[in-house]
């Protein structure tokens, strides 16, 4: 008789196609199958626990199974699961749009609902796009992004991408979008001062020399995500939207990885007390429950869309999902446990205790850099500390980490040679510091003990 366990893993290998998963491997290794989550702990078929140690992929906010979560889900399932938001509203979604205007940076009043990263980050390309053309300005059809940017894996989206391994092969039906340097220090012959000047300057001459063809510029506000987790150097950001606003190109900040607290301020974009004219959040913006994101614009955008209707500016762009009850619902109760907990505060007396715990990896002989804002931490594995040469991509170093802290009881996933922590920002200190001694093993035996394979 198959176990429970052999059953579904034969269905998941015969009818399961995984994303960002090669599954020429995948099937023929044992497959991890989560069957419950409870705190910051998820539990596999077999009752294994694992600490969540990147948040089920950079979501989870409160942990898993929360009962105030799932008391306002439940609440609002007695009223109505959907209903659109095409032409009519929804109670939580009206709430919902009146706190996030409330809670984000000064100017963004407006909230256009979407259903995950990418349709917010298409709905800013295009709200950019077809701002310029409703004012009558002819030729800002253009995108500037940013060397290495991820933001999202819809066309659209992946048109302001640039990480090749991802985004190469699909060029040629992609529109050009103009791209950056992004100040990667570590990595930067000049190290952290002349990677910002390269970066400004770059910017400056592309908008001095051809802002009349661009329409926004996008970027990951202070830290790039899945790039490496790579942190900008201060003033960075705040220097690249003063060009902007002096040139006449729209910013559109992809808060998407980096909002709900996540860096140690609710968005990124105040660290530097930046005010996009567009700001694209998603994944904590539910706790990481259910899939809800939304774009913010200005009242100044907004207002370009504003006419009668024959002037035919409507933006007109919904999925069928756009503004779901249940999962404005459950934003709005996230909002309120993000007060009610002061879970924003929190996350900067738990990153400075996360980054204690970890100083003492600076001086393994394979670790090259350990990068972290708020509870955003990526550390980059090196083949040789001293040239900083990376690992061979085949070694598959990352992978080999990562699996080795599954083995310990931690899970997170590599991005290349760069390790993940990325825990959930209720993580309790305790936990916090069991989740950093796995993380550690892991790191030490894999790239010092020649461990498993
Ligand atoms: C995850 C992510 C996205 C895409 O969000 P999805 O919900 O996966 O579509 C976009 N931008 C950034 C910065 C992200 O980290």
Not at 76 to 101: F, Y
Not at 208 to 230: H, K, N
């Amino acid at each position: 008789m198959t176990s429970d366990y052999e059953r579904l893993a034969a269905l998941n290998k015969n009818h399961v196609w995984h994303p960002f998963t090669q599954m020429k491997d995948y099937v023929h290794s044992d497959p991890l199958i989560i069957e419950r989550g409870e705190g910051i702990m998820l539990y596999d078929v077999h009752g294994r626990a694992y600490y969540d140690g990147f948040s089920s992929v950079w979501l989870n906010v409160h942990g898993h199974h929360v009962p105030e979560l799932n008391q306002a889900i439940t609440e609002q399932l007695k009223l109505v699961a959907h209903s659109t938001l095409l032409g009519m509203a929804n109670v939580p979604a009206i709430e919902l749009a009146e706190k996030l205007a409330g809670i984000s940076p000064k100017g963004l009043n407006k909230v256009f609902y979407s259903d995950s990263g990418a349709t917010g980050v298409e709905i800013a390309i295009k709200m950019a796009f077809q701002y310029w053309h409703n004012q009558g300005v002819r030729g800002k059809t253009s995108f500037i992004t940013m060397n290495q940017a991820y933001h999202g894996d819809t066309i659209g989206a992946v048109s302001v991408g640039a990480i090749p391994l991802y985004h190469d092969v699909f060029r040629p039906m992609l529109f050009p979008s103009h791209i950056i340097p992004y100040p990667y220090a570590y990595r930067h012959e000049g190290g952290e001062m002349k990677a910002l000047e390269d970066t400004l300057a770059a910017l400056r001459n592309l908008l001095e020399t051809r802002a009349d063809e661009i329409a926004a510029l996008i970027v990951e506000p202070i830290v790039q995500g899945a790039s490496g987790i790579i942190v900008m150097p201060q003033g960075c950001l705040s220097e690249m939207a003063a060009l902007c606003r002096k040139h006449g190109v729209l910013l559109i900040a992809d808060e998407v990885a980096t909002g709900f607290g996540r860096t140690g301020a609710m968005f990124a974009c105040d660290l530097e007390d930046v005010s996009p004219d567009l700001m694209v959040i998603g994944k904590g913006l539910t706790g990481g429950y259910l899939p809800l994101a939304a774009t913010l614009a200005t009242d100044e955008v907004y207002s370009a869309f504003y006419g009668d209707y024959q002037e035919q500016k409507t933006f007109f762009h919904g999925h069928s999902f756009t503004g779901n009850p249940l999962g404005c619902a459950a934003a709005l109760a996230n909002l309120k446990l993000f007060e009610d907990r002061n879970i924003v505060e929190g996350v900067r007396t738990k990153a400075s205790f996360v980054e204690q715990k970890l100083a003492a990896l600076k001086d393994r002989p394979h670790v090259g850099e350990i990068r972290q804002k708020g509870l955003m931490v990526g550390i980059e594995l090196v083949q040789d500390k001293d040239s900083r040469a990376p690992y061979d991509w085949a070694e598959r170093i990352g992978v080999r980490t990562s699996l080795r802290a599954r083995e310990l009881g931690m899970l997170t996933r590599p991005l290349g040679n760069v390790i993940v922590f990325i825990p959930p920002l209720a993580s309790s200190q305790a936990e916090l510091d069991a989740m950093t001694a796995i993380l550690s093993e892991s790191i030490i035996s894999v790239t010092e003990g020649g461990a498993v394979t």
